[in-house]
């Protein structure tokens, strides 16, 4: 359910579109070097609730803005969204290329590795993998059903 402009400030809820944080373009970067299909933007949309007694604003959600051209997000998908928890080293993300290709993925970085689970599909088999540093640690195959 969306929540209306005048409804989200009454609750004390604000939205913010800026560009990511060094230490989370640094975090996307890493996971990047490792993991050589993931994409990522370089803005943030921003979701905060502000403590109505301190006026601090406390962070709910980063959601990255992907690159969107001709109306499509990198030049391939139909729908890109990813959510960032820079403190805790984790990224969630999903994606739609139609029929031919759609999934979703977490990544946890730690200080020695990065850790991606990625489950996808295409049009005739669903995939997950989990691989460590990029190399494949587990991968199962699966016929689709669509």
Not at 64 to 75: E, N, R
Not at 100 to 124: E, I, N, P, W
Request: proline share 4%; charged share 25%.
């Amino acid at each position: 359910m969306a929540v209306a402009p005048t409804a989200a400030v009454a609750a004390g809820l604000s939205v913010e579109d800026a560009p990511l944080r060094p230490s989370e373009l640094k975090l996307l970067q890493r996971i990047a070097t490792v993991e050589r299909d993931f994409r990522y933007g370089t803005r943030a949309k921003r979701y905060y609730r502000t403590n109505p007694k301190t006026k601090n604003r406390i962070p709910l959600r980063v959601e990255v803005i992907a690159v969107q051209k001709d109306s499509l997000y990198f030049g391939e998908y139909l729908s890109y969204e990813m959510v960032i928890d820079e403190p805790a080293g984790m990224v969630t993300y999903s994606f739609d290329a139609g029929t031919a290709y759609r999934g979703r993925g977490m990544v946890m970085v730690t200080l020695q590795d990065v850790l991606h689970t990625k489950f996808s599909c295409g049009v005739s088999a669903c995939v997950t993998r989990v691989s460590r540093n990029g190399k494949a640690v587990y991968e199962r195959s699966a016929e689709s059903v669509n």
